[in-house]
């Protein structure tokens, strides 16, 4: 054992001996980086080293427990992928997945040319079952008849008629009923005539009663 002051060298350890375990001398072990021990011994108690020691620290501190631990950053950075098989509309695609440069797109599905379709038929921007007639458009991926009376993809004085093809309006020039809206032709001078009740119309022009009314003649 050494002493030197009120320091002792034991168990490989320097120690102090304190007279009592005061709240000065615990105090003053602290801002020394001294532990006290947990018991006393009277004042006067030599250094034999039993009781009323304080342990020197190495000088450390630990970690105070709400320090956070660190942890490397891993984040959520996108690993790049298939930007085909994605289940987003992006890049080329004119529909999610599928259009551009991925794989064709189903009946139903947005398109921007026969390219995009595995039907390799885009009718009003939609991938259809086929290529839809002048007086049909794409509905669901399924071509379909336009009402008849609207104008479609027909030539001037000429509308869709109820057959799904373009016919003549009133005053158009026609060969056989047919060929008319109203679906007469009248003899002789060979133009369409305007049509009665219930007949399809373009406009009032169309209809003898001149109103016309959600394309039928009123």
């Known amino acids: 054992m050494i002493k030197r002051g009120p320091f002792v060298y034991r168990h490989s350890v320097w120690v102090v001996v304190l007279p009592s375990l005061s709240i000065m001398a615990v105090a003053a072990a602290g801002a020394h980086g001294c532990s006290l021990a947990a018991d006393t011994v009277p004042e006067g108690a030599g250094g034999s080293g039993q009781g009323g020691s304080a342990q020197m620290g190495s000088g450390s501190q630990a970690s105070s427990s709400g320090t956070p631990a660190s942890s490397s950053s891993t984040g959520s950075s996108s690993s790049g992928g298939d930007p085909c098989n994605n289940g987003m509309k992006d890049g080329t695609e004119t529909d999610i997945d599928c259009g551009g440069s991925c794989t064709k ?32 458009t794409c509905s669901m991926g399924q071509c379909t008849d336009v009402t ?15 057959n799904a093809t373009c016919v003549g309006v009133a005053g158009a020039s026609c060969i056989k009923d047919g060929d008319c809206l109203s679906g007469t032709c009248s003899n002789g001078i060979k133009t ?18 001149t109103t016309c009314t959600a394309n039928k003649c009123t």
């Open 105 to 136: 797109c189903s009946d139903g599905q947005a398109c921007n040319d026969n390219n995009d379709c595995t039907s390799d038929a885009c009718v009003g921007g939609m991938c259809c079952n086929n290529a839809c007639g002048t007086c049909q």
């Open 192 to 209: 369409c005539a305007k049509g009665g009740t219930g007949t399809p119309c373009a406009t009032g022009a169309d209809c003898t009663s």
């Open 148 to 162: 008849p009376g609207t104008s479609g993809m027909c030539a001037n004085m000429e509308v869709c008629g109820s």
